[in-house]
């Protein structure tokens, strides 16, 4: 039997066979497009399965990819057009037209991590996808022409507020990163950051919200981005 709600049946979402097809965030309806967000307080447990099986697709898609040549999706050379655009090795592309290669290489990302004196960490809560809603460190890639401490320093600013006035290297993390529909891979640059006055800080940009979390709190497993799960993993091994 269906549950209604506003004339509509809820296990259309579960059971998309007719007029109704079930796509986050929508319902596609013969009437008209209906916000699934409107439902979801009258039925939080068939949401969050929605939102699981979300995230399982999220994954079997990267892992479809990552075993892809990283070029899969470009069918024409971006410099004369010509759809003979084929496979040169197994990072990069060949036009057999005119004869440019273009080479698939990660791109450079910053990642910031900042204490304050009470030896708490500044995280943000992912705002945007992917992995939206879990934790990460304030961060992202860098721009043409700047340098990483450069890179670190301008996103600090952008999803927190915060100057940064020193920065010191820690280490480096391979990563990917699914972005419209496109797995980029990243190399991550960790730095040790020292900002003016870590009380200003309020969350911006990308950044859901801000959180002080004690170091010894910290879990690994509540970061949604790997190499920043990672990266954490290797600094309590290091601090004390």
């Known amino acids: 039997m269906s549950i209604l709600k506003d004339n509509i049946p809820i296990d259309c979402l579960l ?8 796509t986050a965030p929508f319902i596609f309806h013969a009437f008209g497009i209906l916000k699934l967000t409107q439902y979801e307080a009258c039925f939080p447990d068939l949401f969050r399965s929605f939102a699981i099986q ?8 990267t892992v479809i990819m ?13 410099k004369c057009g010509s759809p ?4 040169h ?12 290669v273009y080479y698939f290489n990660p791109s450079a990302a910053t990642v910031a991590v900042i204490l304050n004196e009470r030896q708490e960490l500044l995280v943000c809560r992912r705002g945007k996808e992917p992995a939206k809603g879990t934790l990460d460190l304030p ?5 043409c022409f700047e340098s990483s401490e450069e890179g670190v320093a301008r996103e600090v600013k952008e999803e927190t507020g915060l100057e940064v006035t020193r920065t010191e290297f820690l280490f480096s993390l391979p990563n990917t990163y699914l972005y419209s529909g496109f797995l980029v891979h990243t190399v991550d640059c960790f730095f040790r950051c020292t900002v003016a006055d870590s009380s200003l800080a309020h969350a911006m940009d990308d950044a859901a919200e801000l959180l002080w979390i004690p170091v010894k709190e910290l879990r690994p497993e509540d970061f949604g981005l790997a190499s920043v799960r990672k990266g954490i993993e290797k600094l309590l091994a290091q601090w004390p």
């Open 84 to 87: 003979r655009f084929v496979e």
């Open 89 to 100: 090795n197994e990072k990069s592309k060949q036009c057999e037209d005119c004869g440019f």
């Open 66 to 78: 990552m075993h892809e040549h990283p070029f899969a999706q470009f069918h024409f050379c971006p």
């Open 139 to 143: 961060g992202g890639f860098s721009d």
């Open 15 to 22: 059971f998309p066979n007719s007029h109704y097809i079930s």
């Open 54 to 61: 979300e995230k399982i697709n999220l994954k079997k898609q």
